[in-house]
């Protein structure tokens, strides 16, 4: 049959979905059901860091449900992901354990940039406007029960991403006591978002130009059609919105959910989500409000049918991540000229070795990233740059990689100067298996290679070719005038990890021009 | 809502208004021009009407009287008024029911050949010793004579039993005080029994209870029998289930059926000639008042009529049996889902056979395509097909979601056993909704064809009930509409307790949006009116009484919008007051079949729009029931649906039209063609299978493919 029929499950702070698409090349996505579960999971961990076994029953009855309905739709494979609310809770590994003997269903944790990068796949699959929108500057706005993701793209391209820790279930857990202490409930809220917001403009929107807020979420479609009533349009003005924002505030939540047609379930988080959006607004300087429909399982759906050659992606996501790699590596002012000479070479070597080291095309991405960042390291401190490196890029949230492919680039990078660690010293503070050190050690080995070809960090090497020679020999031809005592001096050292792990000698030699 | 549409005064009390509905019924027991068999059919059914009205609405008086609850309802009166009003009018309802059997009915009879023996004293000899005979055989065996002294209390009543109270006097005992003794008529046995005819050609028949009273003395060899009466109770049995408490539904209810018949009596019928000192002894134990009494002229429980009337023979006083004729777009069609895949079929119970719902269901627990089916049953047919055809998918592997609503009235019991049976059988049962009763009539059907996913959906206004579709007029649809796939989809999501969904494609949903939706479709040709536009509206219910859709309807018709509402029951609008409902007509059906469809058209400044709906204009449908209303789109079924609406507003014989009083009259026939809105469809139904296709109309003469002949030739 031409379709296959996919399951997103998301089990999220507030509500538990599963959705059910049919998947064909020719007719695309099509959601065929969309079952909604309203149960806070986040009121839970927000409040106690744990989920509470009442919930856990409930969660389970749901999912077996959920397998029923999948059934009925003769769903062929699943995906079933937690974000933030299981994330964050200090049981979720006994309570992933407990759903899959009770269930039958695998729930998978996503983290935060796995989250959100499955967001924008669903942006850029649902809406032809996405490239169009983000050649100008946009923030991409996704307000979540646990947190908020603030997204910068400007001429095409990601350049920063950001997580601040204030959802709309969060702030309303926060300040549940001060609710029913003041009237000024809305203030509060903006008070407490001031701060974090601070920080925010100061290191990120400081030089740009942000003429889009591209909110996703269901309360903006909601406000979206009160505004525009039947007209078919996506955007909000500014003063539109301001304009809805007193009425609000002057009409009341419970009022205005019934205006706006928002059930009494839904209708609690709606001011919190208000008062985020606003003071948004304010401080991206945006002009528009742009809408756009932003879902993890059409995000998960649209992976599976890529993965699955079904369909063509539609924005090149692997770019995002090497711009936003870029961006971290110009902040903390590395050596652009080193690196780019040192991407052109590791890349030259890793695609030559394709069937020796058996790796693929998203390890080459990492190989890539791994020297965009190999020396970020240095802006902290200058003699413990490798473990300095290592930090920053734990520390640094990449959108499109998940925590797994995260480690492995901070681990290249720290083994890149100083000893390679044994597996079981690594595995004691990692949960990396033996097949992801392996990975590690290979790349690293074409690194540290590569690294010693620009020793000088003076690009006295441009081009190179690399020639294998008799199995045992990897010559490299380099073309340049210079002179290269120290490259060659420093060869040997650079060289010993890749002869240990390829079996091959890698031979300089250089072909003087001029 | 505006304060010049509500006023009490302009709305009629809805229970006097059913009892105008009954009374109506009672007038075709009348109504000479009826069949004689069919007479008897009209007033068993306003004898079930009424018990069932006690049973429920009375009952609920009561209990609110009972709760010193005084709020009055929309037409200003309180709990007792109400209940005075009822007992005033019912009372001569009554009297006019057994004066119709009495003096029409019972002479009719006879008049052909059914000589019915109201008495034992009228048997001959020989009828006598039949009729002895037959006592002995049949009936003693199962009777359970019950006295009443010092040392045996008053024995338990059930509610709703034909039962014989007597009273007894030892015998050889001068001066002893009288006693009183009780039988009940045993429900087991047949009511009607046939006994050797006095002369050829007529067939003679009694009453099983007058059999008993006959023989009374033999149930009390030490006695004497003073007298003996026939009566009959009815107990306050309204279901109220705290559904907040009750933590597992099922099990409340079941519990509650055992405690329903220890309820209140609300209702003594009995034997006008009845002994004084036996309605004595009954008013104390029953603690009854007198206008609750009900003195009858007559066989109690009238019902049994309705067994009278399938009586073999005597075909020349009934109607001709109808038989539902086959749908045109499905005749010769294998394959259902084919047929919808080709257009939406809207189908026309009982003219048209309930056939294909049927079939739409037992086809698809045999198609090797299809992954699921869902569907919501409320009341259904004992040994139900489709129960049978759901119980097989589940066996065939197929996804089988039921919603089975236990509050149906009166039907829990019997509910819980099928309920059971296809739990038993694999399939999903969902035991309805709390707080909620599931009155929408939805069927799912989920198939997976070549190109994806494909929804078959089956929508109507009348229960999946293969009995009551041969006698209820209703309508259906059977479509693949994408939207409306998706949408029911969403239906059963909520079914199973999931949020509603962000937006609804062409369903609108009780108790969600239903009310508002209505509201804003009057108030939109409110509008049309106001602007000087045509505005029409026609709606076809079986009850009127929701205030604020009333007080909608008040102001439309205020602004110019004509309203031709077509409600064969409750209907608490009143037309013809100046400036307020002079626009508004009301007509009431009622005929050989039970008018149920919902039908409402809006004519929206020439963009017509048709609906079919589960849901009357009633509080409880638009606030405590899941209810649907959906769309009729295609140009084609809409054109048929006004086309029923047209000739329901052109009935003369069987239509009566509401008057500013609150009566009902025939319509005036002076100037209009004589038309019974339910004899035409019978016979549309029957003429569209007999006309050939349209294009076999075409004067084109066709010349056929040359058969393809093999390739040897070559």
């Known amino acids: ?514 | 809502m505006k304060k010049e549409f509500t006023k009490s005064e302009y709305f009629e009390n809805r229970e006097l208004s059913w009892l105008g509905f009954n009374e109506r019924i009672l007038g075709e027991a009348r109504d000479k021009k009826n069949p004689l068999f069919e007479r008897l059919k009209f007033l068993s059914i306003t004898a079930s009407n009424l018990d069932e009205f006690f049973m429920v609405r009375v009952a609920s008086l009561k209990d609110m009287v009972n709760a010193e609850y005084c709020k009055k309802g929309i037409s200003g009166m309180t709990p007792q008024q109400q209940l005075d009003a009822i007992h005033d009018r019912v009372h001569k309802f009554v009297g006019t029911q057994y004066s119709t059997w009495e003096r029409s009915l019972l002479p009719g009879l006879r008049q052909c050949g059914l000589q019915v023996i109201e008495s034992h004293e009228e048997l001959n000899e020989e009828q006598a010793r039949y009729v002895d005979q037959y006592f002995v055989e049949n009936v003693y065996p199962v009777l359970t004579p019950m006295a009443v002294d010092s040392s045996r209390p008053f024995p338990l009543i059930v509610n709703k039993t034909l039962n014989l109270g007597a009273l007894l006097k030892k015998k050889n005992e001068e001066d002893t005080e009288l006693e009183f003794a009780t039988v009940q008529v045993p429900a087991v046995l047949q009511r009607i029994i046939e006994i050797p005819p006095v002369k050829k050609d007529v067939r003679s028949v009694i009453l099983l209870e007058d059999m008993i009273a006959r023989n009374m003395s033999q149930l009390f060899l030490s006695y004497d029998v003073i007298c003996v009466h026939p009566y009959r109770i009815m107990r306050n049995a309204d279901l109220t289930i705290d559904e907040d408490e009750a933590s597992d539904l099922l099990k409340e209810i079941q519990k509650q059926l055992k405690k329903r018949q220890w309820g209140e009596v609300i209702r003594l019928e009995i034997d006008e000639k009845a002994d004084k000192r036996l309605l004595k002894i009954l008013k104390r134990e029953f603690e009854i008042k007198e206008d609750a009494i009900y003195r009858t002229s007559g066989p109690l429980d009238l019902t049994f009529l309705m067994k009278m009337y399938g009586l073999e023979g005597y075909e020349a006083y009934k109607e001709p049996v109808y038989i539902p004729q086959p749908v045109p777009d499905l005749a010769g069609k294998e394959d259902i889902f084919e047929a919808i895949r080709e257009r939406d079929i809207l189908l026309h119970h009982p003219y048209q056979t309930f056939d294909p719902v049927v079939d739409f269901v037992r086809k698809a627990a045999k198609d090797s395509q299809v992954l699921a089916i869902k569907q919501t049953l409320y009341r259904v047919s004992g040994n139900s097909p489709i129960i049978a055809a759901l119980a097989q998918a589940a066996e065939n592997g197929k996804q089988v979601s039921v919603l089975v609503e236990l509050k149906a009235r009166f039907d829990e019991e019997h509910n819980i056993v099928w309920a059971k049976m296809l739990e038993r059988a694999g399939c999903h049962v969902i035991y309805g909704l709390v707080g909620l009763k599931t009155h929408s009539k939805i069927t799912l059907v989920v198939r997976r064809e070549e190109d994806g996913i494909r929804r078959y959906v089956h929508l109507g206004t009348g229960n999946y009930n293969d009995s009551t579709a041969k006698l209820y007029t209703d309508m259906g649809l059977l479509t693949c509409s994408e939207l409306i796939g998706e949408d029911a989809t969403a239906v059963f999501n909520m079914l199973s307790g999931y949020s509603e969904p962000a937006s609804w494609n062409k369903l609108s949903l009780a108790p969600l949006w239903l009310r508002e939706r209505f509201l804003s479709m009057i108030r939109r040709e409110t509008d049309h009116a106001r602007n000087g536009e045509a505005a029409h509206i026609v709606a076809k219910m079986n009850s009127l009484c929701d205030p604020e859709l009333i007080a909608a309807l008040y102001e439309a018709s205020a602004a110019g919008v004509k309203i031709d509402l077509i409600i064969r029951g409750i209907c608490s609008l009143k037309v013809g007051i100046p400036g307020i409902s002079e626009h508004i007509s009301v007509r009431s059906i009622v005929g050989t079949f039970l008018e149920h469809s919902r039908i409402y058209y809006f004519l929206n400044g020439g963009q017509e729009e048709v609906y079919l709906a589960s849901a009357d204009w009633m509080p409880r449908n638009l606030d405590r029931r899941v209810e649907i209303l959906f769309p009729i789109e295609d140009e084609h079924l809409k054109k048929e649906v006004m086309h029923v609406l047209d000739i329901q507003l052109k009935d003369t014989i069987k239509a009566q039209m509401k008057q500013p009083d609150g009566t009902y009259e025939k319509v005036d026939r002076r100037g209009k063609a004589a038309l019974s809105s339910q004899i035409y469809f019978m016979e549309y139904a029957k003429n569209q299978n007999r006309q050939p296709e349209d294009s076999a109309h075409d004067r084109v003469f066709i010349p056929a493919e040359p058969i393809e002949g093999p390739d040897d030739e070559e």
Do not use: W
């Open chain 1, 1 to 514: 049959m031409a379709c296959t029929m996919f399951a997103a499950i998301d089990v999220g702070s507030y509500e538990v979905n599963l959705k059910i698409y049919e998947l064909s090349a020719r007719k695309g996505i099509r959601v065929v059901n969309h079952v909604r579960h309203r149960m806070e999971l986040g009121k839970d961990t927000y409040a106690t860091g744990r989920i509470g076994t009442e919930l856990v029953d409930e969660l389970c009855n749901v999912l077996l449900d959920f397998q029923r309905i999948m059934k009925e739709f003769g769903v062929e494979d699943y995906r079933a992901c937690a974000t933030s609310a299981v994330r964050e809770s200090k049981n979720h590994i006994v309570l992933l354990d407990r759903i899959r003997l009770k269930t039958g269903i695998y729930l998978e944790v996503l983290s935060n940039s796995e989250q959100r990068f499955l967001g924008y796949k669903s942006i850029a699959f649902n809406s032809d406007r996405f490239q169009e929108i983000i050649e100008k500057g946009t923030a991409i706005i996704d307000v979540g029960g646990g947190s908020i993701q603030l997204s910068l793209y400007d001429k095409d391209n990601l350049v920063t991403t950001q997580n601040i820790r204030l959802g709309t279930l969060r702030l309303r857990e926060r300040l549940s006591d001060v609710a029913k202490r003041t009237v000024r409930y809305a203030a509060v809220i903006e008070e407490l978002l001031n701060n974090e917001m601070r920080t925010y403009r100061k290191l990120y929107l400081k030089d740009r130009n942000i003429r889009n807020m591209l909110l996703v979420g269901n309360y903006i479609q909601y406000i979206n059609k009160y505004i525009h009533k039947d007209r078919d349009v996506d955007q909000i003005t500014k003063e539109e919105f301001i304009t809805f924002y007193d009425e609000f505030i002057q009409t009341g939540q419970d009022a205005m959910a019934v205006r706006l047609g928002i059930s009494n379930e839904n209708s609690t988080l709606l001011l919190p989500t208000l008062v985020i959006y606003k003071r948004l607004l304010e401080e991206t300087g945006a002009e528009n409000v742009v809408i756009l429909g932003m879902d993890l399982g059409d995000g998960l759906a649209f992976d599976y049918a890529e993965r699955k050659k079904i369909l063509k992606p539609r924005h090149n996501f692997e770019n995002d991540i090497l711009e936003a790699a870029r961006n971290i590596a110009k902040r903390y002012h590395t050596n652009r000229n080193h690196t780019q000479v040192m991407e052109r070479i590791a890349l030259t070597i890793y695609d030559k070795l394709r069937t020796i080291h058996g790796l693929g095309k998203r390890e080459r991405l990492l190989l890539q990233l791994s020297v965009l960042l190999h020396d970020c390291g240095k802006y902290i401190n200058m003699s413990q740059s490798a473990q300095c490196s290592y930090d920053i890029i734990m520390a640094t949230e990449v959108i499109g990689l998940s925590h797994m492919e995260r480690e492995i680039v901070a681990n290249i990078v720290r083994f890149n100067s100083g000893n390679v660690m044994p597996f079981e010293e690594l595995a004691v503070s990692s949960l990396l298996e033996r097949s992801e050190y392996i990975t590690i050690v290979k790349l690293t080995a074409i690194l540290r290679l590569a690294n010693g070809l620009d020793r000088s960090h003076k690009q006295k090497i441009k081009e190179i070719k690399v020639n294998i020679k008799d199995n045992h020999t990897m010559q490299i031809l380099v073309d340049t005038a210079e002179d290269l005592t120290l490259e060659q001096s420093a060869f040997p050292e650079k060289t010993e990890l890749f002869e240990e792990i390829y079996s091959l000698k890698p031979v300089l030699k250089a072909k003087k021009t001029g």
